[in-house]
């Protein structure tokens, strides 16, 4: 199995803060990853495949980037809705594989 | 706008079977590159993939799951089932439906539902 490591738990940041989470990947991946917000309660959400293509409906703010085993999601400008752990995961080979998440929390 | 709702027992008790059925609205299970999946949350966890149905109805299971794991479509009522044998506490979880694309050149989890707690208990 891949093995997918987010290094963070959690980020502090106040709104409008750049923020960066990293994952890693136990095998190079190419550039087939992709990025997940869990908010309780509601359904998670894709945000980025392909490593950096941004999911219809998702805002700007959110990039992504990386290939092979290091991988980046940017959120540029932290806003209040995006409260939430995110998720990397890797579509390569199965089984699929999920890290372990990151919670976003604001200052 | 493809909506999937996850529904069943919200309680099982222990070494019986867990069952959920996944109910698809804005797409048809049986058209498409897709792969309808299964993929749980235990409290305070990460994600784990269960496994998958293909609209040709192929399948395919996590090895860490697969002797305990069945998963079915039923394109007369557009759902797609989670049937998961001989629980234990250790299958307690929030338990998501969602929908693969293998549309593109990268497939991800374009939708998923809102999630269904299931509790393994006696």
């Known amino acids: 199995d891949i093995q997918m490591t987010q290094s963070l738990s959690s980020v502090s940041a106040f709104v409008g803060d750049r923020v960066t989470i990293t994952c890693r990947a136990s095998q190079g991946i190419g550039s087939w990853l992709a990025w997940y917000q869990l908010k309780p309660g509601k359904a998670p959400k894709l945000l980025i495949y392909g490593a950096s293509s941004l999911a219809r409906g998702v805002p700007s703010r959110f990039s992504g980037s990386g290939s092979g085993t290091e991988f980046t999601l940017t959120i540029s400008g932290l806003q209040p809705e995006d409260l939430a752990t995110y998720y990397c995961q890797q579509p390569y080979s199965l089984p699929l594989t999920f890290g372990g998440g990151t919670k976003v929390e604001i200052k | 706008q493809v909506q999937l709702q996850e529904s069943g027992p919200g309680l099982v008790k222990p070494s019986q079977t867990l069952s959920l059925t996944c109910t698809v609205s804005?797409?048809?299970?049986?058209?498409?590159?897709?792969?309808w999946t299964w993929i749980r949350q235990p409290a305070g966890k990460g994600l784990e993939w269960i496994g998958r149905?293909?609209?040709?109805?192929?399948?395919h299971y996590n090895p860490s799951l697969k002797d305990r794991v069945i998963i079915s479509l039923d394109t007369s009522k557009n759902q797609f089932s989670l049937r998961l044998s001989s629980v234990t506490a250790a299958d307690t979880a929030v338990y998501y439906c969602?929908?693969?694309?293998?549309?593109?050149?990268?497939?991800?989890?374009?939708?998923w539902g809102q999630g269904t707690l299931v509790t393994v208990s006696s």
């Open positions: 969602a929908r693969e694309d293998d549309t593109g050149w990268y497939r991800s989890v374009d939708y």
């Open positions: 804005g797409g048809s299970v049986s058209s498409g590159s897709y792969y």
């Open positions: 149905i293909s609209t040709s109805e192929s399948t």
